[in-house]
């Protein structure tokens, strides 16, 4: 296949030009805000913690991952053609699965970030340390990147029907549907990588999630026992015994002084 069409049936000319300045607009105000959130980080030493670690990564992420397509759209928008050529539609496709896996998974890590500074403040800078954090960044972006290779490799092995994909980027669905090759292998992995990339990252999310709930529910019973055992049971040693008329009275009764008739 030499060349691969982005988008087969274009909308009227009116529709495009407010559709191209649409999604200029929206794609500079997100790559603005991403990176702006990525230099207030850096530049900050508060900041380099490993919440606001995960959160650079995560701009940095949506910004790579909106640019893998939207300029090539507006550009195809600009010169009048909608072509791209089967090596940039491979690369194309390489980067749109390597980004968009590393955003789905990054929040997951998020999630457990988050789980160990509620639930366990006191080991939090021992166990999440910026090293592991960094660590753990990087096994994200290998494997993200690892599954994006098999998937790019797979697809070099297969034999086209049709140079042209009624999509307005090359992916990976709209390619699998134009090729003539025997497709089970592709199907059964994207489908297994899907699921699994879809899935995982919503578990890990839900189960730290959930034990946040739970340790902040105790917490709150914790605090609700303390204001209704507790503090009555402290409000006379707190606040009566520093009147000093109510202790002299108090050692009068103990001693038994206060029921003495006077004569």
Known sequence: MAESSASRHLPPPQQQQVLFELSCSLYLIGCLGNLLTILAIVS???LHSPMYLFLSNLSLLDTCFTSTTIPK???NHLCGHTTISFFSCLAQMYSFIAFGTADSILPSAMAYDRYLAICCPLYYMTIMSILRCALLVVVLWVLSNLISMVHTILMT????????????SCDLNALIKRSCSDMQVNKRLVLVLES?????????IMGSYTLIAVAVWERDMAATVMYTMVAPILNPFIYSLRNPDLKSTLRKLLSGNHFAKPL
């Open 44 to 46: 900050d030493p508060h």
């Open 73 to 75: 759209m507006l550009l």
């Open 157 to 168: 092995h297969l034999s086209f029907c049709t140079g042209r994909i009624p999509h307005f």
């Open 196 to 204: 699994s990339g879809v899935l995982s990252p919503f578990v890990c």
